[in-house]
């Protein structure tokens, strides 16, 4: 039993004799003495009865057994290390909440949410990035982060995903275009019109996957991908190359010299913000941080119904 609980240790030092090709080395880079690295080594092969090394003045080297066994269980021990290492960044990042943004407009709602959490939790640190679209569910499947606010991702099996806000669509259009002279627009208008999306990160500006399954083919508007991110985007609408979408929160709190920001009107004119999480985080930040999302998201009154007019 006790050698078995030794197992890790043995591990380590016949992965560093056999890399090394030298007890001598191996001793080196593990920082222990030469005899050390022997005596493990042999309590090894003496625990599987298997000779795992030859022996010679020149160093050791593999087995042809000892080859085979080692390829194999490497990557088990590798797979071991990782978790260990996870935990030990888990134990300190725990009063650290990963939150991260795709997309998202519901900037009012969701500034409203951190500044309460923020007041209620003072004693947690908030660390919160923009995500890729196409990056959500799996960086929320490695806990590279605790939540993430999104628009749409799809059929989400993996986590759990719920809706707490939705927001009006605002279009921003060149100031010297016809449109600009309305008061609101419609799909209708937006027919043929160049749609630039940013395709270098997801900040406030909608990306393409947020408008799938909303924009009828009768009604929609041409993609236009663009290199590099939202100011790209928004120097290209001032240009006149085309116009771009956002949220009612961002639109109503960012005037862009030479545009119009102009509210959508008639069908399909809100997006939802969603979050995503796993139920099996074991950081209670997260859970309150939802709580706290669902009492404002029955107490606090919708964007999504206002009927503002546009605004330069």
């Known amino acids: 039993m006790t050698q078995n609980g030794n197992a890790l240790r043995f591990l380590a030092y016949a992965f560093a004799a056999a890399d090394c090709g030298s007890l001598r080395q191996a001793a080196t880079a593990l920082r222990v003495c ?3 690295v022997s005596r493990n080594v042999v309590k090894l092969e003496q625990l ?3 000779q795992l090394f030859e022996r010679d003045v020149r160093g050791v080297r593999l087995t042809e057994a000892g080859r085979a066994w080692t390829d194999l269980v490497r990557i088990y021990y590798e797979g071991l290390q990782e978790a260990f290492r996870d935990a030990a960044r888990d134990n300190r990042d725990a009063k650290t909440l ?12 969701l500034k409203r949410l951190i500044d309460r959490f ?4 003072p004693d947690v640190s908030l660390a919160i990035e923009d995500v ?3 990056q959500c569910l799996e960086a929320v499947r490695r806990r590279r982060f605790d ?3 999104a628009p749409e991702l799809g059929k989400v099996t993996s986590c759990r995903a719920e809706m707490f806000w939705q927001e009006r669509i605002f279009v921003l259009i060149p100031a010297g275009h016809s449109l600009a002279e309305k008061r609101v627009v419609t799909w209708a208008d937006l027919a043929g019109m160049q749609l630039l999306v940013p395709d270098g990160t997801s900040g406030p500006l ?3 996957p947020a408008l799938e399954g909303i924009v009828t083919d009768g009604c929609r508007p041409t993609v236009n991908m663009c290199q590099g991110g939202q100011a790209s985007v928004i120097f290209n609408v001032q240009l006149g190359q085309g116009i771009a979408l956002a949220g009612e929160s961002f639109a109503r709190n960012v005037a862009i010299d030479a545009t119009a920001w102009k509210p959508l009107d008639g069908h399909h004119n809100l997006f939802s913000i969603k979050a995503f999480w796993l139920e099996t985080n074991p950081k209670r930040a997260v859970f309150r941080l939802i709580g706290l999302a669902r009492k404002m998201a029955n107490t606090i009154p919708s964007p999504a119904h206002s009927q503002g007019a546009s605004f330069r």
Request: hydrophobic share 40%.
């Open 206 to 208: 909608l990306d393409f």
């Open 132 to 134: 890729r679209h196409e």
């Open 48 to 50: 599987l009865e298997m």
């Open 34 to 36: 030469e005899s050390s």
């Open 118 to 121: 923020r007041k209620s939790y």
């Open 98 to 109: 990963r939150i991260g943004l795709c997309a998202v407009g519901g900037g009012e709602f």
């Open 147 to 149: 939540i993430i606010f």
